[in-house]
């Protein structure tokens, strides 16, 4: 099974500034990556898809980049909406998905 | 609007038996591969299972492998998770989720399956 995880656990920012979230994955998993957002008490929502997609509604402030076995979640600017838990989640093996154990984003 | 609404969760003691359902809205239902994901209270995300749009291929995580079962109904766009033979450790809220193959791009709302 591959393993991903992510770092760091707990990433404390202000609004304005900019995230950068990491996962890695014990094997290599191509581009076959996504990340989801989760707020308290709501389902996870997609994110990014293949390592660097936009899912559909999501502001150009999320990017991701990354191949192979390390990947990067890039929030440019942080607006108070987006603190959050990001967790990211590979699909080499559709459908034995698994995921990381999420990195959440607090206020500073 | 695409939309996923689960029910059926509740309190079962161990041993017991549910049967999740999810009823899908606003897309061509039997196209798409359907999921379900859990979450223990606090933890992380867990997939559990999963079957192909025809419901012709159904796949589960080791951990629920024979004991839960994933179904579809194409023409009445539901999507079902039979749970038998309930653990304490399947506690969790029960995620539906709609499946193009690149990850989850819907889900639904969750229920609380909780074993005690």
């Known amino acids: 099974e591959i393993v991903l995880t992510q770092s760091p656990a707990t990433l404390s920012l202000s609004p304005g500034e900019r995230a950068t979230l990491s996962c890695r994955a014990s094997q290599s998993v191509s581009s076959y990556l996504a990340w989801y957002q989760q707020k308290p008490g709501q389902a996870p929502r997609l994110l990014i898809y293949d390592a660097s997609n936009r899912a559909t509604g999501i502001p150009a402030r999320f990017s991701g980049s990354g191949s192979g076995t390390d990947f990067t979640l890039t929030i440019s600017s942080l607006e108070p909406e987006d603190f959050a838990v990001y967790y990211c989640q590979q699909r080499t093996n559709w459908p034995r998905y698994t995921f990381g154990q999420g990195t959440k984003l607090e206020i500073k | 609007e695409v939309q996923l609404l689960e029910s059926g969760g509740g309190l079962v003691q161990p041993g017991g038996s549910l049967r999740l359902s999810c009823a899908a809205s606003?897309?061509?239902?039997?196209?798409?591969?359907m999921s379900w994901v859990r979450q223990a209270p606090g933890k992380g995300l867990e997939w559990v299972s999963s079957i192909t749009g025809s419901g012709g291929s159904t796949y589960h995580a080791d951990s629920v492998k024979g004991r839960f079962t994933i179904s579809r109904d194409n023409s009445k766009n539901t999507l079902y998770l039979q749970m038998n033979s309930l653990r304490v450790e399947d506690t969790a809220v029960y995620y539906c989720?709609?499946?193009?193959?690149?990850?989850?791009?819907?889900w639904g709302q969750g229920t609380t399956v909780t074993v005690s």
């Open positions: 989720a709609k499946d193009p193959f690149y990850g989850f791009d819907v």
């Open positions: 606003g897309f061509t239902f039997s196209s798409y591969a």
